[in-house]
C-alpha cells in the first residue's frame, strides 16, 4: 500500500512538472489543440484508424455526389464549378481519402450499377422509368375487380408498346365506362408501375377537363399552354405519360395542340414522340356496355364471356355518332389515333364487397363478412327491376365503411 501511494505521488509530481505532456483527449476520437500524439502501439493505432475514417468519410461525399449528379445531372455543372473555385481560393490540403484502395471512377461506376439494381434504371436508361408490367399484372389482377377485359387489354398494349424498339406513334388508350368503374383506379396503377415517383413524376401530366379547361372563352389560351406543357414534359422525360379526365368535355380546339404528339411520324426527327403515352378517361360509351353486360345476364351467361372485339365494335359505333354531335375526344377515333378501346363493365354487388374489403384493409381495420354486405347493401343498383349494377360503382365505398365502425 505504502508504495503505491509512493508511486502515485510521483505519477503527480511528473504531470505537473511536465508542460510537454498532453491533458488527456476529451473523447475517444479527439485530442487538444496542439496535443503531442500519443506514443505506442495505441496511438498509433488510433491514428490510422482515425485516418482511414477521413478517407471513408471524404470517398462516401464524392460517391453521392457524383451519383446525384448521374440521376439528376441539371446544375451539377455549375455546382462542381463553384466548388473548383472556392477549392482554388482555399488551396487546401491533398485529401487523404483518394489515397484509400478502393477510390476512383472505376469503383464509382461499379457502385452506381449496384444502386441502379435497386431502382432498375440500368435496364431503361432513366432511374426515373422503372415500366414494371409484371407488378402492374400483379396488381391488377388482384386489386382490379370484375374487369377482366379491361385487365387483358391494358397490359397487353402496355407490354407490346414498351418491348417495340421503335414504334411509329405514341401509344394511345380510351378508357369508357360509368363512374366509379375503375377507369381512374387503372390509370393510377399505370403511372405506379411504370415511374417511380407514380402520379407525382415529372414524366406524368394530368389534366381534367373541367379543372384546367373550365371556360370556352379561354380556348385559345388553354391550347398554348397545353402544347406548351406537353412539350416541355417530352423535353424532360423520353417516356412520358399524360392522362386526360373527363375526356368527352375536351373542346374540340384542344385537340389541335395534342394531335401533333399522337400523330403517325416516320422521320427520325421525330423519334421523341413516339414514346408518349395517352390515356383518355371518359363516361362516353357506358350506357352501350351495361346493355351488352345486362344481355349476358339474362341470357344466363357469365359477364367472363363477354368478349373484347364484341363490345369494341359496339363502343366505335356509338363514338363515332358522339363525334359528330361534336365529342372532340371521339374525333380521335375517326382520325385512327386511338389504338385501343377498353370497356369498363359495371359492377356487381359481389365486386362491391371487394372494394369495401379492400377500403378496410387499406386503412388497417378489421371486418366481417356481415360488416362487407352491410357496405353493400347500402349502394344503389339498378335497372329497377334486376337491381343488378352499382349505379356509382366502388366510387363512395371508401366513405361509407365509416358508419360501420365500432
Known amino acids: ?68 449528379c448521374k440521376v439528376w445531372p441539371e446544375g451539377c455543372e455549375e455546382e462542381e464549378e463553384e466548388e473548383e473555385k472556392e477549392q482554388e481560393e482555399r488551396k487546401p490540403s491533398p485529401i487523404p481519402s483518394w489515397g484509400f484502395p478502393l477510390v476512383g471512377q472505376d469503383y ?50 402496355l407490354q407490346g408498346f414498351l418491348q417495340s424498339p421503335r414504334p411509329q406513334k405514341a401509344l394511345v388508350l380510351s378508357f369508357h365506362g360509368w363512374s366509379g368503374t375503375g377507369k381512374n383506379f387503372v390509370a393510377r396503377l399505370v403511372a405506379g408501375h411504370l415511374y417511380r415517383d407514380g402520379l407525382r413524376s415529372e414524366c406524368v401530366r394530368v389534366f381534367v377537363s373541367l379543372l384546367h379547361f373550365p371556360h370556352h372563352n379561354y380556348v385559345d389560351s388553354y391550347k398554348a399552354q397545353l402544347q406548351r ?7 424532360r422525360c423520353r417516356q412520358p405519360l399524360f392522362i386526360f379526365d373527363e375526356a368527352e368535355k375536351l373542346h374540340s380546339s384542344l385537340l389541335d395542340a395534342i394531335r401533333p404528339f399522337m400523330a403517325h411520324h416516320d422521320s427520325k426527327g421525330q423519334a421523341d414522340h413516339q414514346r408518349s403515352i395517352f390515356l383518355f378517361l371518359s363516361n362516353l360509351g ?7 353486360a345486362l344481355d349476358f345476364w339474362r341470357a344466363g351467361r357469365a359477364r367472363e364471356e363477354i368478349s373484347l ?33 377498353v370497356p369498363f363493365l359495371p359492377l356487381q354487388y359481389q365486386h362491391v364487397r371487394l372494394c369495401a374489403r379492400d377500403a378496410f384493409r387499406a386503412r388497417g381495420l378489421p371486418y366481417s363478412q356481415a360488416a362487407l354486405d352491410q357496405v353493400a347493401q347500402t349502394m344503389v343498383y339498378v335497372p329497377k327491376e334486376e337491381k343488378l349494377f352499382s349505379a356509382q360503382g366502388c366510387k363512395s365505398v371508401p366513405q361509407r365503411i365509416n358508419y360501420f365502425l365500432p
Do not use: M
Open 1 to 68: 500500500g505504502l508504495g503505491c501511494c509512493a508511486l502515485l505521488l510521483l505519477l503527480l509530481l511528473e504531470g505537473s512538472g511536465s508542460p510537454r505532456t498532453p491533458p488527456p483527449p476529451r473523447g475517444p476520437w479527439a485530442e487538444e489543440p496542439g496535443a503531442v500524439p500519443e506514443r505506442g502501439a495505441w496511438g498509433r493505432a488510433r491514428n490510422e484508424v482515425k485516418k482511414h475514417l477521413g478517407a471513408v468519410g471524404a470517398l462516401s461525399r464524392q460517391y453521392w455526389q457524383y451519383l446525384a
Open 309 to 341: 372485339e364484341l363490345l369494341e365494335q359496339r363502343l366505335r359505333l356509338e363514338l363515332q355518332e358522339a363525334a359528330e354531335n361534336s365529342h372532340a375526344h371521339s374525333q380521335l377515333l375517326g382520325e385512327r389515333l386511338i389504338d385501343v378501346v
Open 229 to 235: 406543357q406537353l412539350s416541355e414534359t417530352l423535353r
Open 286 to 292: 357506358g350506357n352501350t356496355i351495361n346493355e351488352v
Open 108 to 157: 464509382l461506376e461499379i457502385l452506381s450499377a449496384w444502386y441502379c439494381s435497386f431502382g432498375r434504371c440500368c435496364e431503361t436508361g432513366d432511374c426515373r422509368i422503372i415500366n414494371n408490367i409484371t407488378g402492374l399484372e400483379a396488381d391488377l389482377s388482384g386489386q382490379l375487380h370484375g374487369q377482366h377485359l379491361a385487365k387483358e387489354a391494358v397490359v397487353r398494349a
